[in-house]
């Protein structure tokens, strides 16, 4: 496969890059390596993917998804088999400060990676959704078959819109589109915005964390390396119209366009003063904790129904939280040397 991944530098376009690499496909990255966090920890990421015995295959470009013109030159210029993308502004809370970023980014941007996909008969895209599109939803475990239209947050709501365009697409152009709804993620090279890094910098550092909603927020923490296994397995397994889709009562995990929509989680719900817990026995250093109400935009719980994964792929997310820590930690200790 050819393979373009928006995103390239972020922590899962990095790994799924590394992935892919490994399985001698040929990859462009791309990525607007803003300022959102550290520049440097993507450059980073970049040089581990130069510097790989395999790095020959893969080319980056440094490009900005809302770059219209830009973009329509990489797709015609390339040609690609197949996209990913991994590119957006992310942070829940980020969207209520910054609300353009994340038009631009995901709505606009995605845009144009949808019209690259039409003009360039790509073969099948796979792009990130976000397990807050199920906001106001309190049924658990979360299933592709609730109603999602009650999001909490723009964020959420992007990455909504992202999935009914990429519908649109499907349906009007024969597009094969695939969207996953990623939990929580987390591992080694992860961003410095997410909990877990967030955390770990303030224990070391003998500063309190902020505890929201008093450490009574549950989440389905879920394993990179998992999250890139369940990509690698997809990616060869363009959507495909549903036989047994009813315009009457319509399925909203499936359709009669060929596009589909999982959940990647770890299928479990953790409560947060548990991954504290776990994460202090991995540092061995207890945490200052500073108990703080909800954040508008949050949502109290997670957890992922991934049945339909499973059963398409053969491959059900199951990294123990205290491993998955456990290699943060030690990836952590390594590039900061703390």
């Known amino acids: 496969m050819h393979i373009l991944v928006t995103g390239a530098a972020g922590f899962i376009g990095y790994h799924l890059a590394r992935r892919l690499l490994g399985e001698r496909h040929t990859v462009v990255g791309i990525d607007n390596m803003n300022a959102y966090y550290d520049v440097r920890l993507k450059e980073a990421r970049l040089a581990e993917l130069k510097a790989l015995p ?3 295959a893969f080319r980056f470009e440094r490009l900005d998804l809302a770059d219209r013109d830009g973009m329509a030159r990489l797709f015609a210029r390339e040609r690609f088999t197949h996209v990913v993308n991994l590119a957006a502004q992310a942070g829940v809370r980020h969207s209520l400060k910054d609300p353009a970023s994340y038009i631009s980014s995901n ?10 996909c039409r003009q360039n008969g790509v073969e099948h895209l796979v792009f990130a ?12 475990p979360y299933s592709t078959r609730h109603n999602v239209d009650h999001p909490v947050s723009l964020y959420a709501a992007t990455k909504k819109s992202d999935e009914l365009m990429a519908h649109a697409y499907s349906h009007l152009f024969g597009i094969p589109a695939t969207g996953l709804r990623f939990f929580t993620v987390y591992g080694p090279w992860g961003r410095p915005d997410m909990a877990l890094h967030l955390f770990t910098t303030a224990i070391l550092r003998g500063e309190p964390i902020k505890v929201f909603n008093e450490g009574r927020m549950r989440r389905d923490f879920t394993y990179i390396d998992d999250i890139v296994e369940g990509m690698a397995r997809l990616l060869p397994l363009p959507a495909a119209p549903d036989p047994a889709f009813d315009a009457a009562a319509p399925d909203p995990a499936a359709s009669s366009a060929p596009w589909r929509i999982y959940n990647i989680g770890n299928h479990d719900t953790v409560e947060l003063g548990t991954f504290i817990d776990t994460l202090e026995k991995a540092l061995g250093k207890k945490a200052i904790r500073e108990l703080l109400p909800m954040q508008p935009g949050d949502v109290e719980s997670t957890w992922a129904d991934v049945d339909d994964l499973a059963r398409v792929t053969g491959f059900t997310p199951a990294t123990p939280l205290r491993e998955g820590i456990e290699r943060f930690v030690a990836w952590y200790r390594r590039y900061y040397g703390a």
């Open 54 to 56: 395999l790095a020959r």
């Open 107 to 116: 709505l606009v941007g995605f845009g144009h990676v949808l019209e690259g």
């Open 129 to 140: 959704s976000s397990s807050s599109v199920y906001g106001l939803n309190a049924a658990m």
